[in-house]
């Protein structure tokens, strides 16, 4: 349970749980099933079924690290313990933060630690999100922002700045997709949901349009006042949950007080109830990056040949740039070059195998079509299957597709991932 957990309870049928800390009764969660446990450090572990512990147990490995550098950064851990749970593939999320018992999906044991950034997000909602909660669902971005800005710190202090300077250029452009595709009035922090369902509504506007904003206010006052800002944030409305009219009436009596000569009231309140991003708002970057633009127009261009392309020491978000970034439409000899030299279909990562399927999609890329409808049978995450879902609707070729992968996979489906993808697939 998202509670206490002692490790060595007897597997006997009667559990019993203690959870000292006030909650949210959306932190409340209970799993049940085949579960064995493995410490990871002193204050984390792991439970998983058997055929997962060890796996899961040396993916994560650097969850304790973790723990610590928040704590050395934004002030003491206030959980006692920091576990996690690995849920079937059919779980909907990414994770969910759980006080003391993180819920994590299986899609990010990649193999290679390439995905743990869901690890530093979830762990960092102890700070922002758990000891200090959103009031309503239109304060959302107090938690997904905050936190978002968290994990990339956390990350950028464990694996260093190149990896935290490509993830947030890939945050970035996540966030640009959502500001096209989205209304205006979806693009606003504290978003109006009267009368509204918030999973209909749900984007990455609360997670990384808010992370951009606080890192915008470190830039303008400095990191090390900034990280100072935050652990007395995290200390005043310890264990409360709070709206975005209380947190700007806080950064009234602090940070806009303190430095009226680098923080504008009406920028703020622009980022928070404005559409879109503010003129001049900060772009990530990363130089690896640059060079990947390069390799990529020589290929398009017919300079080089895709086995040529220097991917020997590409991490996983360099991958996914360079797929990311493509043309929508490539020719079925451009996609095979690409599947023959790098072996894309077969990608066990969930991710670079997600990027991969959605472009074999938009083109009709069939050799792609066995691999597509085993991802869509065997994952329920629902970041990875809408958009599949959604691209194959547009066809009735691919609608019918869809439909017969919905249908088998739908028994196993979380109701929220069913809820998201049946419109896609009914006539």
């Known amino acids: 349970m998202s509670a206490a957990n002692d490790p060595d309870t007897p597997r006997d049928g009667v559990y019993e749980f203690t959870m000292p800390q006030p909650v949210p009764s959306y932190l409340i969660a209970l799993a049940i ?4 446990f493995k410490a990871m450090g002193k204050r984390t572990g792991v439970y998983a079924e058997p055929s997962m512990l060890d796996a899961a147990a040396s993916e994560f490995e650097d969850t304790e690290s973790m723990l610590e550098a928040t704590e050395d950064t934004y002030g003491p851990y206030s959980w006692d313990r920091y576990d996690l749970l690995i849920l ?16 994590i999906t299986p899609t990010v044991i990649a193999g290679d630690k390439s995905l743990v950034s869901l690890i530093a997000h979830e762990l960092a909602h102890s700070w922002s999100g758990n000891t200090v909660t959103n009031a309503t669902w239109r304060d959302l971005w107090l938690n997904e922002g905050f936190t ?13 700045h190149d990896r935290y300077r490509m993830e947030a250029v890939l945050g970035y452009q996540d966030l640009q997709e959502d500001i096209d595709a989205l209304p ?31 890192r915008e206010i470190e830039q303008k006052i400095g990191r090390e006042n900034f990280d100072a800002f935050l652990v007395q944030y995290f200390d005043h409305f310890a264990f409360q949950s709070i709206t975005t009219d209380e947190f700007i009436a806080y950064l009234d009596e602090t940070l806009l007080k303190k430095y009226p000569e680098k923080l504008d009231r009406e920028r703020v309140l622009a980022w928070i109830f404005e559409p879109g991003l503010p003129e001049g708002a900060p772009v990530p970057t990363s130089d690896a990056f640059t060079t990947i633009d390069k390799q ?7 300079e080089k ?3 040529d392309i220097a991917t020997q020491d590409w991490t996983v978000h360099e991958w996914l740039y360079f797929l990311n970034n493509l043309p929508t439409a490539l020719s079925d000899e451009q996609l095979a070059e690409l599947d023959s030299a790098f072996s894309l279909t077969q990608s066990k990562n969930n991710e670079i195998a997600h990027s991969w399927l959605l472009m074999a999609v938009q083109n009709e890329y069939k050799p792609a079509y066995d691999r597509l409808y085993e991802y869509l049978v065997s994952i329920g995450r629902n970041k990875l ?10 066809t009735p070729e691919g609608k019918a597709f869809a439909a017969k992968a919905f249908e088998e996979a739908k028994p196993g489906y979380h109701p929220l991932t069913i809820k998201a993808n049946e419109g896609f697939v009914n006539p």
Do not use: C
């Open 385 to 394: 299957v809408k958009p599949l879902y959604r691209e194959l609707s547009k």
């Open 88 to 103: 079937p593939p059919s779980f909907p999320f990414g994770g969910m933060e759980n006080p003391r018992l993180s819920f």
């Open 33 to 36: 099933g085949d579960l064995e």
């Open 305 to 307: 040949a895709a086995a």
């Open 296 to 302: 990529r127009t020589a290929w398009l261009n017919g």
């Open 184 to 214: 205006d009035n979806d693009e606003i922090l504290a978003i109006d949901l009267r009368g509204r369902d918030p999973d209909d509504v749900f984007s990455d506007i609360p997670y990384e349009k808010g992370a951009l904003f606080l």
């Open 148 to 160: 978002t800005y968290l994990t990339y710190r956390i990350m950028e202090m464990i694996y260093g």
